[in-house]
């Protein structure tokens, strides 16, 4: 029994310096692209032993908050834009290091190309299952349940527009959406017109590119802005001062040595 404490212990100790480590890069202490401090300074700063930040930091690069560079000694804090987004959405939307207005720009520009490719190119096929996932609706009695089924509406739309780019790039806006939600929920639900989908569906149908492409945008504005409203509230709720979302990271910064 002991030897489970132990283990228990040394773990939360690890992981408590591994998240004074991250706290530090969010909040822009250290920037991106910069080595960090070295186990030694670190260890004084945090009030931990060296063991511990070793072992955090071997936390931080499996989680991609962190990496290691060939040839060059010492750890560097990874680009924002280089993080597997969907494993550390909660804390990049705390530390308001990516925002929903970013999500906005991309999916509204891309959206109603896509929409349109579909009203021209996708196969009937495709049209059925589209129908039949929102025939499926009105047989899902939960939020939850539902939630997944409306992002699986656009993923099947961005692998019908017939460009395997923008097939791709729907799937990641998709991925980040649902993570989103996900990470909200304690909050409260994205309010979704599922009706859209019909009248979007009935555009692909009429093969009217130009009824798909309007649709489409209004569809993503009006889920964009419950997003973006959720957002404000969960930050609201955390109460956190925390820095305003975009340091400039090309700042003078010290460089540590180990």
Request: proline share 3%; glycine share 6%.
């Amino acid at each position: 029994m002991s030897d489970t404490k132990k283990t228990k212990s040394s773990a939360d100790t690890y992981g408590n310096a591994a998240n004074k480590i991250k706290e530090a890069i969010l909040s822009g202490k250290f920037k991106t692209g910069k080595k960090l401090p070295g186990p030694a300074e670190l260890a004084k700063r945090f009030g931990v032993s060296r063991s511990e930040i070793n072992e955090g930091i071997k936390v931080l690069v499996s989680n991609g908050f962190l990496e290691k560079k060939k040839g060059i000694r010492g750890t560097f804090v990874r680009k924002f834009y280089k993080l597997p987004l969907m494993e550390n959405i909660t804390d990049l939307v705390r530390y308001r290091r990516v925002k929903v207005d970013d999500l906005a720009k991309a999916r509204l520009l891309l959206e109603p190309e896509v929409c349109r490719l579909v009203a021209q190119k996708a196969s009937p096929k495709a049209l059925k299952e589209l129908q039949d996932l929102i025939d499926s609706y009105a047989h899902v009695k939960t939020r939850d349940e539902l939630d997944p089924l409306y992002a699986k509406f656009h993923r099947i739309v961005g692998r019908s527009c017939g460009n395997q780019i923008y097939s791709i790039i729907m799937e990641n806006i998709m991925d980040f959406t649902e993570s989103f939600i996900r990470t909200m929920k304690p909050v409260t639900t994205i309010i979704h017109n599922e009706r859209d989908h019909d009248e979007i569906m009935e555009a692909f149908r009429q093969r009217d590119s130009e009824k798909a492409a309007e649709v489409g945008t209004r569809h993503a504005m009006d889920i964009l802005r419950e997003m973006k409203k959720l957002e404000d509230i969960y930050l609201e709720l955390l109460g956190s001062n925390i820095l305003d979302p975009y340091l400039e990271e090309g700042n003078e910064e010290d460089t540590y040595e180990e």
